[in-house]
């Protein structure tokens, strides 16, 4: 270690690994020589080693990754995945004792340690430590930093030695730590200048490059797309993109879908790449020139923006307030002294229309039971990432439809997380549901349907009828609307009303609900807005009779069946109050820890494999009470469940 200039330090047992000499602060800038280093190992208090980093060692620096609180499982391969191979061949890798790892290269300039990217402790583990509000899954050690490291204990090389660690250029070590920042799950304080608004105005003020922030997403990926941006993949959470020209690297950068930033890992594009960019940040950079004052104006002429003047007769979110006379106020409370009528009684259930059957059958002992969807209430089908939360709802969109046809039966599908052709289609995959369209096996399901329509392959005379019939049965009659959606909750709500006026859908499917965004910013935190958001959607239920379906994200607590519980939706706070129905979905190719079976290169199970089944419980029933569970089998390639097809036919 000496030899490969690196300034040792001795640690001792305890549980920190805390340095074994009472000053070590000098040996940031004089290492200690080979006679002292054997004579502190020499003290039974040394139990293993570290490395001092920064200018004592040659300017080290090591990207510590925590993956013990990694909740996905998939920190590492994504991380590691997204390093072009000439820089990943460069770095050296160490395991450390709580199965994460330490990443060293050495760069001419290292700053101090550094927290790249945090997410939230969840309630347990603020009990088990109260000061900690964030956890770190990746930091730096720099200068004034030490990592403890190999033959330590606990410690091993999996890539390269000492003797191996390289010198990274300045552009290579910030495309890693932007790669770090770019798994950060908290919003961080604006860094940069702020951009002023032009229309400040007392009270209520949602300039055009805040409301953008808030619901431009689909215009700044399309904006990036227009400059030659490509994207390469698409996660629940992330969606992965290639800059213009020539790169070595497989991504260039990467947009969070839920903090609505983007986060670039190259310094060859005209974006920054030190900090996360908002939709206003890539807008000014790729169609303003960095002008603020353009800026403004065209998200102003593109309709983002609004300002209502505060005054005393109005609320505070800027809405004019009417204040009842006390005449029209007795009139109101005069009306809690009359009962309801038996004429009444008749003419509100005569309004009132019946649970959707769903084909779905669920057990709890004994008993059986088809589930319904309630009518005039929300039902929340709720699923951790990658466990067929928007599938099911495609599912039941089809079943749905099945079961009512006979009364005209329609339904609405709104995604606001993937483009209305991406579910058009999956929903094609899945009500043609051939395991293998293609006769070579070269493509799967959704490789080949696309290259179907670019015209690239003719297609079986097989699959060319189900599409066709898919198009006849469902898409052409309209008995299944498709759209991307981006209003905002009010917006959605008045779009709910009206289709209810024109009696268009018998139920409307929304997929997912902590993507939808408030029109007022009041509300202090994003639980408070979801429940905000709920609420408005509920009373619009009741109002119009609809059925609405939300799917929604489990939060990381959810790491194994046994812990599918509705109070631990992602941000939700307490919107399960709202619902009258919510539905826990687990799928059994997950083992018990939540990761995903892995398969080698030939496809064979590392891990015992799991039946391809999906598990469904109710974790709330208004009507039906919990515990009703029920397992699915299901088709990989085309996401279709296997479900009763008796009865199809609402009477």
Known sequence: MLKAGLSVLPVNNNKEKAPAVREWKPLRSKPLTEE??????????????????GEASGGLEVIDMDLKYDRTGTLSEEFFGAIYPELLDRLVIARTINKGLHIYYRCPKVDSNKKLARRVATKEERKRSPGESYLALLETRGAGGYVVCPPTEGYEFIQGDYSTIQTLTAEQREYLLSLARSFNEVEEEPTGKPIKSTTQASGVDLSPWKDFNLRGSVEALNLLQAKGWTVVKETPERIYLKRPGESPT??????????????????????????????????????????????????????YGSTDTFNPSTSPTGKAVTVPTPEEEEDEFSSLLRPLTREEIIQEVLKEKDNIPTGFYLKDGNREIELKLPTGGLTIIAGRTSHRKTGTMLNLCREVVDRIGEEGGRVLFLSYEESDMNIQLKLLNLIVNMESLDPTAQLDNKEYIKAYYRGTLEGTEAFRRAEEKFYRDYIDTGRIVVKYCSYKDKKLARAVKYLASKEAYSAIFIDYIQLIRPEE?????????????????????????????????FNREVENRTDLDSNKLREAGDIEQTANLVLGLWDNNFNPEGEKVKRDKDGNAKTPPREQSLYIEVLKGRDIGIGWKGTFEYCPPTGALAIKRSNPRRK
């Open 250 to 303: 497989r991504y260039s950068g990467n947009y969070h879908k839920g903090l609505n930033k983007l986060y670039v890992f190259s310094t060859s594009t005209e974006l920054p790449d030190s900090r996360p960019l908002s939709n206003s940040d890539i807008f000014l950079q790729l169609e303003c020139n960095g002008d603020t004052k353009e800026l403004s104006r065209k998200l102003k002429d593109m309709g």
């Open 36 to 53: 002292q280093l054997e004579k502190v190992l020499a003290s039974t208090r040394v139990k293993g080693l570290g490395i001092i980093c």
């Open 521 to 553: 910013l009041q509300s202090k935190t994003r639980q408070e807005q979801l429940f905000n958001i709920c609420e408005e959607l509920r009373e619009v239920a009741v109002q119009t009779r609809l059925p609405l379906i939300f799917g929604a994200q």
